[in-house]
C-alpha cells in the first residue's frame, strides 16, 4: 500500500543479530499497520516494540523515563521471566502477545496477540496449496543432523529455512497442507495463512513464548512440543481454534497506536477478513 510521503519513518526496534523470518516480518507488518516507512534503531531510541519476545529488552532500555514520548509496546512477549515490573511505569503497553506475558509482568490485560498473524494482509497468497508438509525449524536448528535425516525420510517434507527471504519463506508455508515447526513464527505464520501445523521440540529454547501464544488464541492442543521420533503420521488435522486467531487479529488491529499512523491510514477502515480459515 501506497505510504505518505510526508511522516518521518517510525522507529522500530527488531533483532538483526541473526537472519530470521521472524523477526524481518516486524517492519512489514508495522508499515502495513502505520502505512509509513520503518527504520530499526536502538532499544532506547525507539517509538515501538513489536513482534518478538522482546519485553526483557524493553525492561532493560526502559528502566528509567526518557525525555519526549514514552516508547510503546505492541503484541511483544516475553522469552523468559523477569524480576519487576516497575519499568512499565515508563512504557504505553498496547497489546501484549499472550496472558502468560501479562501475568509475569503483573499487567491486567483481556485481549492479546502477535503481530505476526497480520502477515497475511502484508503478503497475501494466491498460489496452489501443494500437498507437502513443511517443516520450519528455530534458525539454531537448521544445521541439526537429526532434524535433516527426518526431512530426508519422506519426499512429502519440505525444509523451510528461516534465514531464507522472508517473503519466501512465507509463501512456501502458505502454500503447504501442514507445517512442523519449533519456529514461534513458523506456526504463527501458518495459523495466519489458515494452515494446520504442529509444534515440535525447539531444542534448547524456552517454551515460555510458545505457550503464551498458544494461550493467547485459545490452542487447548499446544501444550508440549513433539519430538520428531513422535511424529508418525501425527502432521495432519485442521485449525480448530479460530475464532481465538479471528479475536487476536482484531485486537491487534483496534489496539495499534492512532498516533503511529499517516493521516490517511487514519482514515481507512480495517481490512475484510480473507484468510480461509
Known sequence: MKQ??????????????EPNFGDAI???IVGHMSGRAVEHTGPRNADLF???SLLQVVKRGHKEPREGDR???WGTGLIRPVFGHEFLENVDVALLRGPITAALVKYHARQFGDPGLLIDEVLPFDGTVADRIGIVPHYTQIDDPRLLAFVASDSAYLLIDPRD???EVCHKIAGCAHVLAS?????????AYGV???WIEPEGQSWLKYLDYATSVGRTDMKAPKRLDEINGAANGTITYHDGIAAARD?????FPDKFKADARRRQVRPARTATY
Open 4 to 17: 505518505d510521503a510526508s511522516p518521518s519513518p517510525l522507529r522500530l526496534h527488531w533483532w538483526k543479530a
Open 26 to 28: 516486524n517492519p512489514l
Open 50 to 52: 513489536a513482534v518478538g
Open 71 to 73: 516508547v510503546c509496546v
Open 165 to 167: 527471504d522472508t517473503a
Open 183 to 191: 519456529s514461534l513464527h513458523g506456526l504463527i505464520v501458518a495459523d
Open 196 to 198: 494446520a501445523n504442529t
Open 251 to 255: 485486537a491487534l488491529h483496534d489496539s
